[in-house]
């Protein structure tokens, strides 16, 4: 089984690989660039980075789009002196879980990006990933090694962990590689025991020298479709712990309580069997109404942003899976009758 985690919180890391690595000087400017990022929605990390646009330089804050996804107001930035950056425009990266924040002024430290990652790294090199490693709103440093490289992503083996999000992937030469942005995990069968299972974790970093494609969201409503992206994951939640409990719990859903009350309710007052399949057909034809209707009109809002357009997708394939299960329960229960 193969699971994907976002950094934004703690979780336990079993690793598969030490990540051990010789760390390497990093400078103090490059050190004052890293950004404890808080808001409602958790602790991540951000990096301020200087580049040159139109022969001027243009400072910016990196995050990931999963740090600040789901919060009310925008996520404070904070300097390791304690001072707080003022966040100007929000930009987001399509297909990438990058967000940018431009500065109206500049700052004193800063990081810079690598301009061609293909041709100049190579698997192997050390790379270091500072960040606000498990929310402790502290700045460490863990080393490692570039594990593999792709078209979007940078895969290494420093352990990383929960609140390292959004922060940089320095390599040994001083630049940016990459973005801290999630790692996976993936039972599978431990060759040296019999029977025994083991854990697999890789981790992942977006590259940042190849975005293609860009957003410039109203942040009204890019937290108006994470409200409404949080209704639709609440409900999925509701519907996977009715089917896991064998359709005895729903979390307080009253939507599924009115269609399974009504369901007892019909049961109780069945006066044959033919009825009482007839009611419990229609309630699992009930069910696979809602498995699909909320998620399916938020997916149809043509102005969504990349992100919440993405979660949304996610969020189709799970209700996939439980409106085939509704579907098979409701056929079983109307050919019995």
Not at 14 to 29: H, L, N, T, V, W
């Amino acid at each position: 089984m193969r699971r994907i985690f976002r950094l934004l919180v703690p979780f336990l890391v079993f690793a598969a690989s030490s990540g051990a690595a010789e760390p390497f000087p990093i400078s103090k400017q490059a050190t004052n660039s890293i950004l404890i990022m808080q808001g409602q929605s958790g602790a991540g990390t951000g990096f301020v980075v200087r580049r040159q646009l139109d022969g001027k330089d243009r400072f910016f804050v990196y995050t990931n789009q999963h740090v600040i996804a789901g919060a009310k107001s925008l996520p404070r930035a904070i300097r390791p002196d304690g001072s707080v950056v003022a966040l100007g425009k929000l930009v987001t990266a399509v297909n990438y879980d990058l967000a940018i924040f431009m500065l109206d002024a500049p700052e004193e430290n800063f990081l810079e990006l690598q301009a061609d990652v293909d041709a100049t790294v190579n698997v192997g090199d050390p790379i270091a990933t500072p960040g606000n490693s498990g929310g402790a709103s502290t700045i460490t440093f863990k080393y490692g090694q570039v594990v593999a490289l792709g078209p979007q992503l940078v895969e290494i083996d420093a352990l990383i962990k929960g609140g390292n999000s959004g922060g940089p992937i320095i390599h040994e030469n001083g630049r940016v590689i990459g973005i801290v942005s999630y790692f996976t995990e993936e039972s599978r069968d431990d060759p040296r025991i019999a029977g025994a299972q083991e854990t697999v974790v890789r981790r992942f970093g977006y590259r940042l020298d190849n975005v293609q494609k860009w957003e410039v969201p109203d942040w009204r409503r890019f937290v108006e479709q994470g409200e409404r992206f949080a209704r639709v994951e609440a409900r999925s939640s509701d519907l996977v712990t009715l089917v896991r409990s064998g359709f005895e719990t729903w979390n307080g859903n009253e939507e599924i309580g009115r269609i399974m009350n009504g369901f007892r309710r019909g049961l109780e007052n069945a006066n044959s069997e033919k009825q009482a399949l007839s009611d419990v057909s229609r309630a699992f034809g009930q069910l696979s109404e809602m498995a699909k209707t909320d998620v399916t009109s938020a997916l149809s809002d043509p102005s969504l942003y990349w992100w919440w357009k993405r979660e949304l997708l996610e969020q189709r394939q799970l209700r996939d899976a439980l409106k085939t299960e509704f579907d098979r329960q409701a056929t079983e229960a109307k050919q019995m009758r």
